[in-house]
């Protein structure tokens, strides 16, 4: 079974910093996707950032990026100049890939950013 | 294109009472998933469906029952509620024809079920 794990449950950082939300998981497949969703307040579910296993390239999308280290089995998210509108639970997720997948998420990380 | 709708929003229940929630998607995807999200836990797949007549056990699946009888919609049903079904629950969609091999998942607005 997989797991993913999310061991920090809150970070706070001050507005136009940067801040890395670490993320570690656990499978013994070769192809996988991680994904980095975002819950803001409204509680609907955003994709912020995808990665798939077999790309080398750490994906970005604007201000956020990963840190995919697939030996370690690492997949942190590093967002540039905070936002206040960042402020939100940020929850990390794997899934393997090929039909039937499904996503088994980390418990999550609450991130406040401060003005 | 409304994308993953649900219903109701809110709702609380007795325990022992029985309802049905409804997840409808627009956007044709052939899978479609149900969650619930309790603090602390993250999201925790109850059932999924990969098509129309279909369906599977997720990780929590006791205590719900789900069916599929038209493509675009989900229905997770509690037939007994108990207090430890209080939980926000959370319809998610995808198909790999529009996100390819990665089959992102599309979600609802959530549902918070308040079971006393």
């Known amino acids: 079974a997989q797991t993913v794990t999310q061991s920090q449950p809150e970070m706070s950082v001050q507005e136009a910093e940067t801040v890395t939300l670490s993320c570690t998981y656990d499978?013994?497949?070769?192809?996988?996707?991680l994904f980095w969703y975002k819950q803001p307040p409204s509680r609907q579910m955003i994709l912020v950032i995808r990665?798939?296993?077999?790309?080398?390239q750490n994906a970005t999308e604007n201000r956020f990026s990963v840190n995919f280290q697939k030996a370690a089995k690492s997949f942190s998210l590093k967002i540039s100049d905070s936002q206040l509108g960042d402020t939100a639970m940020y929850f990390c997720a794997f899934m393997i890939g090929g039909a039937n997948s499904k996503l088994t998420f980390g418990k999550g990380i609450t991130l406040s950013v401060r003005p | 294109n409304a994308g993953v709708t649900q219903t109701p929003k809110f709702r609380v229940l007795k325990t022992g009472q029985s309802m049905t929630l409804l997840c409808a998607q627009d956007m044709n995807h052939e899978y479609m998933y149900w969650y619930r999200q309790d603090p602390g836990m993250g999201l925790r797949l109850i059932h999924y469906s990969v098509g129309e007549g279909t369906t599977a056990k997720g990780e929590v699946p006791d205590g719900y029952n789900v069916s599929r009888l038209k493509k675009q919609n989900f229905l997770l049903g509690l037939e007994s509620a108990a207090p430890s079904q209080t939980s926000v629950y959370f319809c998610?969609?995808?198909?790999?024809?529009?996100?390819?091999?990665?089959?992102?998942?599309?979600f609802g607005p959530g549902t918070r079920l308040t079971v006393t």
């Open positions: 998610a969609s995808s198909s790999p024809r529009t996100s390819g091999l990665s089959y992102e998942q599309y």
């Open positions: 990665q798939e296993a077999y790309k080398q």
């Open positions: 499978t013994s497949e070769n192809n996988y996707y």
